[in-house]
C-alpha cells in the first residue's frame, strides 16, 4: 500500500512562500494536495494527473503550483503569495481517495504575521 511523506511546513508571514514536498513509495499516476484547517473538514487543494495536467481549487488559482520530478514519486506544491487563510496541515494522497485512504502525518503550514 502506497505511503506518503510530507515535508516543508512551517510559519511564514502573509504573502510569503513555502514549498511543500511529498515522497511517495511508489510513482503515482494521479495525486493530490490536500488541507485542513481547525474546525474543519479536509478539502482537495490541487492535483496533478501524469506530468502536466493540473487543477486547483479557486481559493489557490494563481498562488500554488503544483508539480513532480521525473521519477512520478515525489509532488510538489509551491505556495506563494500566502494568507492567513492557507493555515491548515497539508497532506497528499491519490486523487481520487480510495474508498479507506490513509494518511501520512501531513505538514503544517502556518501564515501569521
Known sequence: QVQFV???????????????????????????????????ERELVASIVGTATTNYTDSVKGRFTISRDSTASTVYLQMNNLKPEDTAVYYCNLRPLPSLPIWGQGTQVTVSS
Open 6 to 40: 510530507e515535508s516543508g511546513g512551517g510559519l511564514v508571514q502573509p504573502g510569503g512562500s513555502l514549498r511543500l514536498s511529498c515522497a511517495a513509495s511508489r510513482s503515482i499516476f494521479s495525486l493530490g494536495w490536500y488541507r485542513q484547517a481547525p474546525g474543519k
